[in-house]
């Protein structure tokens, strides 16, 4: 079977800026695959590419084998997206939305009743059916996209931020039920910014910044890169930092003393303990308590994301978009559309006002 | 071409103007009434109809109005739904949801086009009938006039999808019908016959297309068309079904470009 997602040195440029840079990845069919990175990393243009929202300007991109220019039916058919905004048919009530979306993908009008109660049922709003999305809470429309993306029964659900700004019930339902479907078979992308959630549900994460891989890897692979700080309670005051650095050998990057606190930082703080304790009992410390900090994912992205020298545009379009709070989107489609969210949210409140002064055509 | 996708796009789009008729239906017929009350009834009566002496014929002002309104409300709703179909459906993004389907372009294309189509086709029923409380109507070149009011609504409504995929606001569109199309149809021969205008004016109207589909529409329904007084005599009679054939072909070309723009994405993808 071909890979769920395969793209090969894949390109979106926007002008003069470039939001996928020969972008190589794959996700193989059943993964639990994470896509990590800062506002702007490219990941929301990523996913628009596989898509259809987003045309690519160079590389290649396929879902399941199918390349998604050339065969777009085919590719488009695979995939369930809930995406990070809240786009959804406001004019009919939200059972009918999803039948008409079972319908574009080829489901018969009788089938998909069927399939909208059940999603419906299983995101926790069925007994909202009837209502039209716009009265519906920020919670209830998270699971409507999630219900919305699963009633074409997707080999490839995509999950944009599935998580941003709901609360923490919402949050552990939406787990359990994506790792179930993911254990039911469906492939899962998923986008994030919490790095707790990456932990917990992906087998795989990529960790993306300004449109390029950084690297990919496991959740554990990843922590193992980290640096582990082993903290020291000494029975009596600590010596100069440089002592203690002269005492240790060089797996110990770096020092820092405290009264009778010491701070190490070591590669893997779990194997590296009991050479520390030799080596400071050789010296003649006597140790009264000790801990291990382990890295935190969190850490390691920012390391690997850490870039003192972004561009001045770069770093002030990131700005505005996190402005917009937890939901912030991609800088890329940003630069494209020429404004923040912040501002097409305002226009578009002038506009619903306007319309409703017009009526509907 | 009818697949279950596609079937399930053209009910989406009918359905939400259909649930509408405050919105969608009424605006129109409440104008038409007032148009024929106000221009045929009570004005109608102190106006000679335009074509009597020069056809011959006596139609009466109110019953020459009639193929023009159709036509003006035809195209009118035909162009609005499909650009506000499209507009609306960019601007909140919904219109994600068949973008991301596997509906072809074309599918996506045509059933948007036939929805809106089928709502300029209502609309101008409604005025027929409206019009027909006025005054007694009988259907002279019955296939020739369906033919037509499909093409010329087809036509709109593929013009309306452009329209959708070029606006940036809601302005745009009002700007769109407002300003170009009803001008055009006002000036095509809706309210007066070609041949009340001075030579030179008839040749200038010549040149706007709208001349040709109020014109073949008012063959269609009244038999009479104004190509027979002003164009040359020698294929003066074959000047209504050669406009139907140039229409025919202009939809064509139009939805070709629909389909293309959708393809490429123009105002639709990043």
Redesign the interface.
Known sequence: MPPAIETVDLVKDYGELRALNELSLTVEEGEFFGLLGPNGAGKTTFINTLVGLVRKSGGKAQVFGYDVEADYQQARNAIGLAPQEFNVDRFFPIREVLMHKAGYHGIPEDEAGERADEVLKRVGIYDKRNERFDWLSGGMKRRLLLARALVTDPDLLILDEPTAGVDVQLRHDLWDLVTELNEEGTTILLTTHYIEEAERLCDRVAIMNEGHKVTVATPDDLKRRGTDTIEIRLESTSPAATTIESALGEYAHEVSTSGDQLEIRVDDGGSTVPQVLHDLEAAGHEIADLEISRTSLEEIFVDLTRQEDRSVTRSSASSASGSGGPDGDDVASEAAHGQTQEQEREHEHEHEQEREQEGVA | ML???F???F??EL??FI??P???FMPPAITNVLYFAVFGMILGGRIDSPVEDVAGVDFGYILFLIPGLVVLGTISNAF??AS?SIFH?R????I?????????YVEMVVAYVSASAVRGLIVGIIIAVIGRLFVPISIENGLFLVATMVVIAALFAGLGIIGGLVAR??DD?TVMNQFILRPLVFFGAVFYSLTMLEPIWQAVSLLNPMVYMVDSVRYGLLGYSDMFEVAPAAYAEFVPLASLGVLTLLTVVVLTIDVYLFK??YGL??
Do not use: C, M, Q
């Open positions: 697949s279950v996708g079937r399930a796009l009910k989406r359905l939400r649930r509408r405050k919105n969608t609005e739904n506000f459906g601007w909140n993004e919904y994600h949801e068949t973008l991301t389907s596997p509906l072809s606001d809601f569109l490429i994405g993808t990043d």
